[in-house]
């Protein structure tokens, strides 16, 4: 059997795009290898998300297949900084790719899923009403968009998320249909796994208890003089320099809720994230899409987190992607097993505003080697590899 597991991450400014290369064995016995690809996309707002990163990255991917198919491709959620890079390669760059299995977190099946859930259906059409009041109201108004809300809007556009999540359910090879995803699934057969040991974490099949409460939306009214504490709106002055219109629209925007509306959306779809860990030759290796807070806790709860070597980081690096109570479980602080451990950071400043969050970071590298993709070129990568001996593992860059 080939002697190492290589993982690497790829710098896609805001984004997540992970190739596995992993020794494994055929149905005969046979020695080969096999590759695991785990989205491919980033943010759209600012300087986090440029579609010109994704060349040398999909490049590169189709260069390490040597026109062979990906043996498992991973969706992890529907956001645009996960999902846009297979669209944009296929239609921009005339690279494509097919796969032999297919998986996709179990709410982007559509309208079969929301029939088995109604509960999940209602909160998603509340969502995405939601989201249309606050793009009507953006668009209409003259304050310039803040480019955190900009990025929230872009990446939950759920009419640009519906394109790129429809092209990369047809990447099955051959008729391959997508198996849907969640942690009680049945898997077999739908893996190209003999020797490596593959379990899902997450997401809980029923979306809805992702969905928190949508604050009330109040357009049309800028402050409740009336509410406890607010303020008296007749007394807000803008500041010097600053457009009482562009200055009145910010108001009413942060008082109307919805931002706090935006924020809502992002968390249930970042719950939703497909969380899988590996194991191969006594290595384990977790990657939790952009699993946040609540998804981590059910996950916990149901006794699925284990300490492992090598751990994707979270939503970017965001501080609700990594809760300390789990994280202690995955990464504490001293390694049960006395091996050493590595963890990669896929993030840009300029997306959201804190993320990536420096003390989350500062926390992760006490306990891991960790590599940050803000430390790469555009369009490199991070190798960490894992030899199948249990000898040293290391991290390098590339190319």
């Not at 980033?42 to 990163?53: H, Q, S, Y």
């Not at 099946?109 to 929301?114: D, V």
Request: proline share 6%; net charge negative.
């Amino acid at each position: 059997m080939a002697k190492e597991l290589r993982i690497r991450i790829y710098n896609v400014l805001f984004g997540d795009a992970i190739l596995l290369t992993i020794p494994e064995i055929d149905d005969a016995g046979n020695e080969v290898t096999v590759t695991v690809l785990i989205d491919v996309g980033n943010a759209l707002a600012g300087t986090a998300g440029r579609d010109d990163v994704f060349g040398p990255v999909v490049e590169n991917i189709r260069d390490e297949l040597g026109g062979k198919p990906i043996d498992l491709y991973i969706m992890t959620h529907e956001h645009m900084d996960h999902v846009q890079g297979l669209l944009h390669g296929a239609r921009k760059l005339g690279v494509e790719f097919k796969t032999k299995h297919l998986w996709m977190t179990a709410s982007s099946e559509g309208g079969a899923y929301y029939d088995r859930f109604p509960k999940a259906k209602q909160k998603r059409l509340a969502a995405l009403s939601a989201y249309d009041s606050v793009a009507a109201f953006l668009e209409k108004n003259a304050a310039p968009v803040p480019t955190g809300i900009q990025t929230l809007l872009d990446i939950n556009n759920p009419r640009s998320t519906k394109d790129c999540v429809k092209y990369i359910s047809e990447r099955g090879l051959d008729g391959t249909r997508a198996l849907y995803v969640h942690r009680a699934v049945d898997v077999s057969g739908h893996h190209p796994f003999r020797h490596t040991n593959v379990r899902l974490l997450a997401p809980e099949e029923d979306t809805s208890i992702y969905y928190g409460a949508l604050p009330p939306r109040t357009l049309g009214r800028m402050l409740d003089p009336a509410a406890p504490l607010s303020l008296n709106a007749e007394a807000i002055t803008p500041p010097a320099g600053v457009s009482a219109g562009h200055f009145f629209d910010l108001i009413e925007f942060r008082s109307s809720g919805m931002a706090a509306n935006l924020r809502t959306i992002d968390k249930a779809a970042n719950n939703s994230s497909v969380a899988i860990e590996l194991e191969w030759n006594g290595w384990r290796l977790l990657f939790p899409g952009d699993a946040e807070e609540k998804s981590w806790e059910i996950m916990d709860r149901e006794n699925e987190l284990k300490p492992v070597h090598f751990l994707k980081i979270s939503h970017h690096g965001s501080k609700n992607g990594s809760p300390r109570h789990q994280l202690d479980k995955v990464l504490p602080e001293r390694a049960p097993d006395g091996r050493p451990r590595f963890a990669v950071v896929s993030t840009r400043e300029g997306a959201y505003s804190g993320v990536p969050d420096a003390e989350t970071l500062t926390l992760v590298k006490g306990r891991a080697h960790l590599d940050d993709t803000r430390d790469l070129n555009e369009g490199s990568w991070f190798d960490v590899i894992f030899p199948a001996d249990g000898g040293m593992p290391v991290s390098r860059s590339g190319p």
